[in-house]
Structures are given as structure tokens and as C-alpha cells.
């Protein structure tokens, strides 16, 4: 039986999930006009909208708000979206090497991790409680350190997406050791809020899940290999699509009931699809036109895209409408800087270990500096697990948006292209005109 305040609340929602696309495009474009990314702009306008309509109506009116349907469609839209990136990701991994990876991922680890943990240090050694807080020492150390090692993995694959450098060897490089950091960081998470609560046999139960579905999706994509299985997506791509929908919700689903990050979910449900497409020799991830999967693929990344704004919302609803003490402004320079100085020069220290020229390493430094949504949500976490105050939350958020927005402009000031000494610009008519 339906409850009697089912229809309104359906059509609320409706009203409410047109509203959200709206603002969304709004922000688009109010972030065409600021020359930021469009994620950008969907980010600031996403979550300015929560306090702006507690401060309007009251604190009731996000009780009122069918905000638990709205936090489903954006976790989906995040999902939906991840599983087309990380199948271009595959596409393209033939143009990384592995001591590339490994060392940048290193570098863009190990060095914000340890900036964290001074920064912890700092918070535990000072005589401001609303940066202490009351829980142990030893998670706030680990939820601070490894609150400055993420990197924003939808959020990146925004910027890279707009500015063609999906199939690209630093696209692909960023996005890989992307993902590398933040498994382990939400391994690290995990930790942290296993100290908090007294307890670490959490942490072995998880890196179990994790291994039996990673076998898992390897054993989905050898059962979906043989000849007459990898005709199927091409010839039923819309079919093929609600399939892999689904299975990349429940994947997702049962990664969130475990504890882990419902990304890994989304790289399950990609990982489970058969590659059967070579990465082209031009360095595009999506050439060839081979790939059984690949409308199938962007049906799903479609529909999530247009989803992904909810998410920033929700945020905006469940976290930044609630009264926070405002922090000194000594932690939220301290936490900025060291955020920004330690991810760009772990990752650029890394990637010139693993042989990248200085320009590659640069920009990869740049570009792992996104943090927004993913720091958003470990910062969630945190706080609701007793480990961050409200005044530490509001630094760490500070740090998450500075770094987001800085990342479009400071990539292009490196993308200017620099003219030698004592040469003479070049007229626009003599340079083949629009370039």
C-alpha cells in the first residue's frame, strides 16, 4: 500500500531533481563565463544551494526534502559516469608504463600523507579543541593524512574530459595513479575509522573483500570472452546497457555495505567487460571503432554524467547547511598551502623518478591537485565518525575547493605556448588563422 504522502512526494522530488539540472546548467555556464571547468561551476552552485535554502526557509526545509532519493540518483550518476571512464582508461593503459605509474603514485602519496600528519601533529600539539576534537589521536593522524593524498578521481575526469585529455599519456597517467592513491586511501579511511571506534578487524575484512572482488570481476570478464558472447552489446547496445547499469549499481551497493568506496564498485563492473579493442596508434582511447562495448559504455556514462551534479547538492544539503564554528584562519592557510605544495611536489618528484620529463611531471602535479568530490566524501565520513570537527571540516573543505578550482587555470598557464627571446609575434593571418 502506498503511503498517503507517496504521489506528493514523488512529485516533489520530480521538481526537485529539475531544479538541481537547472542549477547545474547554470553553473556551467556561470563557469564558461569565469573560464573554469564546468565541474567547477556545478561544484559551487551545487553546494552554495543547501545553505542558501536552510538560510531562506529555515532548518526545516531540508527535513522536508526528499534528499534521500536525491542522494541515491547522485551516487548513481557517480557510478553510472565512472564505469565509461575507466573502460576509456583501459583503452588507453598500453600508453603507460608501469615505473611511471608507480613511482608518481608513490610521490603523490607518500609526500601528502606525511604533510597530513604534521598537520595533525600541529592540531594535537595547539590549544584550539575545536581543531582537536575528542577522538584519539592516532585516527585523527591517519583521517589528516590521508585527507591531504586525495586526489578527486570524477572530478579529474571531468577536467580531462574537457580539455582532450582522456586518451592522452598524462590523462591517463593522472587518472591511473589517481585511482592507484585512493584505493589506498580509502584503505587508509578504513583505518582511521577503526581507531576511532576502537577496533582494526574491520581493516582485514576489507582488503579480503576487496581481493575476492577483484577475482571477481576477472572471472565475470573470462565468462563474457567467447565468440558468440562479444557480439551481443553491439547488436543490443540498449539492452547491453541496462545490464551493465545494473551490475555497476550492485557492485557499487555491495562496496558501500562494506565499508569501501563505491568507485571501486564502478571499476568492478568495468573491469568485468571484455577488451577487445586495441589503444589506437595516435594515442586517442576511444579509436578503432572495435569495441563491442563501446555504445553500450557511453549509453551508461551518459546518463551518469547528467546525474553527477545531484551528488554536489546532497553535499551541499547534508554537510554545508549545518552550523560550523569558524575556523582560525591559521588552519585554513596552513592546511591550503601544505595541500597544494605537498601533492604537486610529491607527484612531480615521483613522475621525474619514473622518467617523465619535467613538463609531464609538471602537469601532473597540476592535475592530481583536484580533490573536490572525493575529499568531500572521506571528509563526510570523517566528520560523521567523530574524527573531524566542524572547524577542522571547514578547513579541509577550503582546501578541497581552492585546489579544484586552481587546477584548470594553472593547467593552462602551463599550456601557454612561450615564444623565444627577440622573435616577433607571429600575425594570426600568416598562422593559418584560427588556431
Not at 329 to 358: C, D, F, H, N, Q
Request: glycine share 12%.
Amino acid at each position: 500500500m502506498i503511503p498517503a504522502e507517496g504521489p506528493a512526494r514523488i512529485a516533489l522530488f520530480g521538481v526537485l531533481l529539475a531544479a538541481v539540472l537547472l542549477l547545474a546548467w547554470a553553473g556551467r555556464r556561470l563557469a564558461g563565463v569565469l573560464r573554469q571547468p564546468a565541474v567547477i561551476g556545478e561544484v559551487a552552485l551545487g553546494m552554495a544551494a543547501g545553505p542558501l535554502v536552510v538560510a531562506v526557509a529555515g532548518p526545516g526545509a531540508a527535513r522536508a526534502l526528499p534528499l534521500d532519493w536525491l542522494s541515491w540518483c547522485g551516487h548513481a550518476g557517480l557510478v553510472l559516469y565512472l564505469v565509461g571512464v575507466i573502460h576509456e582508461l583501459r583503452l588507453a593503459a598500453p600508453l603507460v608504463r608501469g615505473r611511471a605509474v608507480g613511482w608518481t603514485a608513490a610521490g603523490a602519496l607518500i609526500v601528502p600523507l606525511l604533510a597530513g600528519a604534521a598537520v595533525a601533529v600541529w592540531a594535537l600539539a595547539g590549544d584550539e579543541p575545536g581543531l582537536r576534537g575528542t577522538a584519539p589521536a592516532s585516527a585523527l593522524v591517519v583521517f589528516l593524512a590521508v585527507s591531504l593524498s586525495v586526489t578527486a578521481v570524477p572530478v579529474l575526469a571531468r577536467i580531462l574530459s574537457e580539455r582532450d585529455l582522456v586518451g592522452t599519456r598524462v590523462g591517463v597517467l593522472s587518472m591511473t595513479v589517481a585511482m592507484v592513491t585512493d584505493v589506498a586511501a580509502w584503505l587508509l579511511i578504513a583505518l582511521a575509522v577503526s581507531l576511532a571506534t576502537g577496533g582494526l578487524g574491520n581493516v582485514a575484512v576489507l582488503l579480503a573483500v576487496t581481493a575476492a572482488a577483484l577475482t571477481g570481476a576477472v572471472a565475470v570478464r573470462r565468462a563474457l570472452s567467447p565468440a558468440p558472447l562479444l557480439g551481443l552489446p553491439a547488436r543490443a547496445p540498449r539492452a547491453a546497457a541496462v545490464l551493465l547499469a545494473v551490475w555497476a549499481l550492485a557492485a557499487a551497493a555491495a562496496m558501500r555495505s562494506w565499508g569501501l568506496t563505491e568507485i571501486l564498485g564502478a571499476a568492478l563492473a568495468a573491469l568485468a567487460l571484455p577488451l577487445t579493442a586495441a589503444a589506437p596508434a595516435d594515442g586517442s582511447a576511444t579509436g578503432g571503432g572495435e569495441d563491442p562495448w563501446a555504445r553500450p559504455v557511453r549509453l551508461v556514462a551518459g546518463a551518469g554524467r547528467l546525474l553527477v551534479p545531484v551528488f554536489f547538492v546532497v553535499t551541499g544539503f547534508t554537510v554545508f547547511a549545518e552550523p560550523f564554528a569558524v575556523a582560525p584562519w591559521s588552519a585554513i592557510v596552513l592546511v591550503t598551502l601544505l595541500g597544494m605544495a605537498a601533492k604537486a611536489g610529491g607527484a612531480y618528484a615521483g613522475a621525474r623518478l619514473g622518467g617523465e620529463p619535467p613538463g609531464t611531471a609538471l602537469r601532473l602535479g597540476v592535475l592530481l591537485n583536484t580533490r573536490g568530490l572525493t575529499e568531500l566524501v572521506a571528509l563526510q565520513i570523517g566528520h560523521e565518525a567523530g574524527i573531524l570537527t566542524p572547524a577542522m571540516f571547514l578547513a579541509l573543505a577550503v582546501m578541497a575547493l581552492v585546489t579544484t578550482a586552481a587546477t584548470g587555470p594553472s593547467y593552462a598557464l602551463l599550456q601557454r605556448p612561450r615564444r623565444p627571446r627577440g622573435t616577433a609575434p607571429v600575425p594570426v593571418a600568416q598562422n593559418g588563422g584560427l588556431r
